[in-house]
Nanobody
Framework: QVQLVESGGGLVQAGGSLRLSCAASGRAFSTYAIAWFRQAPGKVREIVVAIRQSGASTSYADAVKGRFTISRDNAKNIVYLQMNRLNPEDTAVYYC????WGRGSMELTAYEYWGPGTQVTVSS
């Protein structure tokens, strides 16, 4: 089992950057695939990016390709989401999630463990 806590959210102007962190506690973090999802008010939760165990394989949603970068430090049990060129459409609560089977799926239902989320607000 793994526990996840996100941090790094906040208010930023359009065009700005933020780096989110997802800190994990528990055993065998390096065997989990990790993903970032987001949920805007009145909308369904959607995938942002997923990363497999070693970090060598990543999958990005089209809306963030070229602007967001995921990375992981298995020695520190942390996954990062660097978000550049933010726009108001990126405003949402961002969640990290872990898949114990390491699949790196883009599907919400593949993830068993979730953090409480961190708010990102981008002003125009």
């Amino acid at each position: 089992q793994v526990q996840l806590v996100e941090s790094g959210g906040g208010l930023v102007q359009a065009g700005g950057s933020l780096r989110l962190s997802c800190a994990a506690s528990g055993r065998a973090f390096s065997t989990y695939a990790i993903a970032w999802f987001r949920q805007a008010p009145g909308k369904v939760r959607e995938i942002v990016v997923a990363i497999r165990q070693s970090g060598a394989s990543t999958s990005y949603a089209d809306a963030v390709k070229g602007r967001f970068t995921i990375s992981r430090d298995n020695a520190k049990n942390i996954v990062y989401l660097q978000m550049n060129r933010l726009n108001p459409e990126d405003t949402a609560v961002y969640y990290c999630a872990a898949d114990q089977w390491g699949r790196g799926s883009m599907e919400l239902t593949a993830y068993e463990y979730w953090g409480p989320g961190t708010q990102v607000t981008v002003s125009s």
